[in-house]
């Protein structure tokens, strides 16, 4: 089963896999880690270091970040460089929740991790959308429809 591990600032992780447990009861194999002011950013890797490999049961691992760049980030770039088998561990930035919801999905139909991260990639292209409300006048509301 692929592992999926959420890093952010704060407690915004635990929102992700909280909101993500409504929809698919209590879900298996994930963690988060929330990076606070007081954290020691030096260390801040090796926790993420660790629970990567608590959750790597040789199916791979994505790491989700709240923001590319960023602290949780750049750490988890270190975590995953001093890894010994890190070529099954995807880091991905700029985490919404319609993307821990394929990953989700895909760790439930068993996907492979490189078509898990297939589909994470192909459905955040697709799924940014702006809807606008449009006061719509109906020109002759009395007109039966052709239906």
Not at 51 to 77: C, E, H, M, R, W
Not at 89 to 112: C, D, K, P, R, T
Request: charged share 25%; hydrophobic share 40%.
């Amino acid at each position: 089963m692929i592992g999926i591990l959420i890093v952010s600032h704060g407690k915004l992780a635990q929102g992700f896999k909280s909101s993500a447990e409504i929809i698919f009861g209590q879900a298996e194999n994930i963690d988060y880690l929330g990076l606070y002011p007081e954290d020691d950013i030096n260390n801040f890797n090796e926790k993420i270091k660790e629970k990567i490999i608590n959750l790597d049961k040789g199916d791979g691992v994505i790491v989700f970040t709240d923001l590319i760049s960023a602290s949780p980030y750049t750490q988890s770039q270190i975590a995953i460089s001093k890894l010994e088998n890190n070529e099954k561990i995807s880091l991905i930035g700029n985490l919404n929740f319609q993307m821990l919801i394929q990953a989700i999905n895909g760790q439930v139909l068993e996907e492979n991790i490189d078509q898990v991260v297939k589909n994470i990639l192909k459905i955040t292209k697709q799924e940014v959308l702006e809807w606008k409300y449009e006061n719509i006048q109906i020109e002759n509301p009395d007109e039966d429809d052709d239906f």
